[in-house]
């Protein structure tokens, strides 16, 4: 998944993309001047923590 840096849950995923649609949270970038991109469509299933391995 492309937003798991974003977040530790699924809400907090969830909310990030949110606020990425809504334009708040990420500021503007400068020099831009196409159309702001789309977040990804999340998948229909709950989101599975892979855990953390070293």
Known sequence: MSWNWIGRTQE??????????EGARFGEVKGYDGDPLSAPEFPPVPLKPRGRVR
């Open 12 to 21: 907090e995923i969830e909310q990030a993309r949110r606020d990425w649609m």
